[in-house]
């Protein structure tokens, strides 16, 4: 029998389907988040990987040039090989253009759940489809849409399918992959999607300790350790409270968190700071990558970036440009969430 096991975040619930639905699609339409970010990033300079023209826009030397080097893309794995074999793991990100980062986060975890399940052949799929277009135009890298993903993995022959995502949290995009997934049920014989990568209590706890120990020689009471996230307006932004209550109630009165589109704000969290006795302040993206967001909202010199913000307030301020994806315990928290899809289609 054909079934499709979702695996649920938030709620610890593994729900069977029966396949039925038709096997291809368009890709799905863009989340309310996506157009949100999109909207955003249109009004900022052209570092802003969302502000780029699409591939169909005609070429102009200023299109050709970037202010800035996000490292060698072709030392990165796009993962959209054919001939893969009856299992396949798609790995799901939303994605950055910032190629060392791309390489160093997403490619990493891609890489820890290759090792983890040598049965799975691993690929890759990206939800921004400006993110796409900008990587194409610039680099000549041509990486999957999820859709695209799909189609080749139908096309494979491929027979068990497990999509794991690299959300932070089951948001809008989340529950997009969720529902574009069960259209392809029926061209699969076995299909699951894993949580993202806060879901339960156990996940939080890991994460808190991740972060906390890659910062640990940060924390000498004097510097306020501040982790800034995306933000969403769905429910899921409650994520980003539960973090930093975690922090306090772990005994690490020094880390704060806070987010670029949602709450709490960069003022919330300067208020926080400033109610402190600090002398410096680090900053360190809450996200998978070190993208757009975290090399200008949060390091950019933009008077609005946190590191003004902060400077302004009359703190040393130190970036550290480094994505979740980078520390290995989460990566290993995506192999657990992973494995966790897996055995659910062996029940």
């Known amino acids: 029998m054909r079934k499709m096991g979702v695996l649920f975040a938030g709620i610890g619930l593994a729900a069977v389907m029966t396949a039925g639905c038709g096997a291809k699609t368009q890709q799905a339409a863009v989340t309310e988040a996506e157009k949100a970010a999109q909207e955003k990033s249109a009004e900022t300079t052209t570092a ?9 826009a005609p ?8 202010n800035y080097d996000t490292g060698d893309a072709s030392l990165d794995n796009v993962r959209n090989q054919d001939g893969v074999g009856e299992r396949e793991l798609l790995v799901v990100s939303f994605g950055t253009s910032y190629n060392d980062s ?36 610039r680099d000549r890298v041509s990486i999957d849409n999820v859709g695209e993903a799909l189609d080749r993995a139908v096309a494979n022959g491929v027979k068990t399918l497990v999509i794991q995502p690299t959300h932070l949290m089951d948001g809008l995009e989340y529950m997009d ?24 209590d156990e996940d939080f706890a890991a994460v808190a300790r991740a972060i906390t120990a890659a910062t ?19 429910a899921s932004n409650a994520v980003y409270e539960k973090m930093q209550a975690v922090l306090k109630d772990g005994g690490f009165a020094h880390y704060y968190v806070g987010t670029v589109e949602a709450v709490p704000t960069l003022e919330d969290v300067l ?20 993208g757009d967001h975290a090399n200008n909202d949060m ?5 609005d970036s946190w590191k003004s913000a902060f ?26 969430h992973a494995k966790a899809a897996i055995e659910s289609l062996e029940q």
């Open 177 to 200: 992959l969720v529902n574009e997934a069960a259209k392809y049920s029926d061209a699969f014989e076995r299909i699951a999607v894993g949580k993202p990568l806060l879901a339960t």
């Open 216 to 234: 640990a020689r940060y924390d000498d009471g004097e510097t306020a350790i501040c982790f800034m996230g995306h933000g969403t307006e769905a």
């Open 48 to 56: 802003s990987e969302n502000s780029l023209p699409e591939t169909n």
């Open 102 to 137: 791309r390489r160093l986060t997403v490619g990493a975890i891609e890489a820890a759940l290759e090792t983890a399940f040598p049965g799975y052949s691993v690929r890759r799929g990206f939800t921004s489809q400006i993110i796409i277009d900008h990587v194409k135009k």
């Open 59 to 66: 070429e102009t030397e200023e299109d050709e040039e970037e």
């Open 311 to 336: 400077e302004g307030a009359g703190y040393e301020v130190e970036c550290v440009l480094r994505g979740l994806g980078e520390l290995e315990e989460i990566q290993e928290l995506f192999v657990e």
């Open 299 to 303: 390091a950019g010199d933009e008077e």
């Open 271 to 290: 208020a926080m700071v400033q109610a402190g006795d600090y002398k410096r302040v680090v900053l360190q993206p809450l996200m998978i990558v070190a």
